[in-house]
Nanobody
Framework: QVQLVESGGGLVQAGGSLRLSCAASGRTFSLYHMGWFRQAPGKEREFVGFLKWSGGSRYYADSVKGRFTISGDNAKNTVYLQMNSLKPEDTAVYYC??????????????????WGQGTQVTVSS
């Protein structure tokens, strides 16, 4: 099993920045990719971006491309989501997720096996 713990959420003004962290523990050697998702009130959970441990490839949703960056520290088993130029529409609970089966483009929530508890990000206008 793998446990994921997110941190770094909070309240920020529009145009500001936040960095979320996701620390993985347990059988982390079995993981192929890490992803970030978010869920705003009354909306479905949506894909934000992923990072593949092998090769380091990344992909982002169009809504965050150019503003958000995912990075990873293998030694710490930690993934980060750097969020810049935040907008009120970025307000959501952000979830970290991990997948243990190889996927070519892990953009769907069904392609992840482990989830963190979520951290709230609120962007004020």
């Amino acid at each position: 099993q793998v446990q994921l713990v997110e941190s770094g959420g909070g309240l920020v003004q529009a145009g500001g920045s936040l960095r979320l962290s996701c620390a993985a523990s347990g059988r982390t050697f079995s993981l192929y990719h890490m992803g970030w998702f978010r869920q705003a009130p009354g909306k479905e959970r949506e894909f934000v971006g992923f990072l593949k441990w092998s090769g380091g490839s990344r992909y982002y949703a169009d809504s965050v491309k150019g503003r958000f960056t995912i990075s990873g520290d293998n030694a710490k088993n930690t993934v980060y989501l750097q969020m810049n130029s935040l907008k009120p529409e970025d307000t959501a609970v952000y979830y970290c997720a991990a997948g243990r089966v190889f996927r070519l483009w892990p953009m769907g929530s069904e392609e992840y096996d482990f989830w963190g508890q979520g951290t709230q990000v609120t962007v004020s206008s």
